[in-house]
């Protein structure tokens, strides 16, 4: 599986931003996805994580009401959007996931990742 996270760029506070992440198969409907993102001298965190069986994804309490999660299964992607950009969102955004089914994503149980996609906040 080949995973594409893209989208990045230079957006202000404030600002709004939607990443793709594109699957070279269909995996994205059975597999648990995770939104990762890594700013520089920082450890890469996900904020965002859902499950084939979830309606609604799990979405770090720093984010909330501002990372949305969406996707297109015939396209085979899925999204991020990104709400009210603030400094700490400027860090490599990276799509991954799992095979386990469950409702948990960190940086060592994903078995595909995307290469990530670059995002720069300016005020």
């Known amino acids: 599986v080949q995973l594409q996270a893209s989208g990045g760029g230079l957006v202000q506070i404030g600002g709004s931003l939607r990443l793709p992440c594109s699957a070279s198969d269909e995996s994205l409907d059975d597999y648990t996805i995770g939104w990762f993102r890594q700013a520089q001298g920082k450890r890469r965190e996900a904020p965002l994580c859902i499950s084939p069986s979830s309606r609604s994804p799990d979405v770090a309490e720093s984010v909330k009401g501002r990372f949305t999660f969406s996707r297109d299964n015939a396209r085979n992607t899925v999204y991020l959007q990104v709400s009210n950009m603030n400094p700490q969102d400027a860090a490599v955004h990276y799509c991954?996931?799992?095979?386990?089914?469950?409702?948990?994503?960190?940086?060592?149980?994903?078995?595909?990742w995307g290469r990530g996609t670059q995002v720069t906040v300016s005020s």
């Open positions: 991954a996931e799992t095979g386990d089914g469950d409702n948990h994503c960190d940086n060592y149980g994903m078995d595909y």
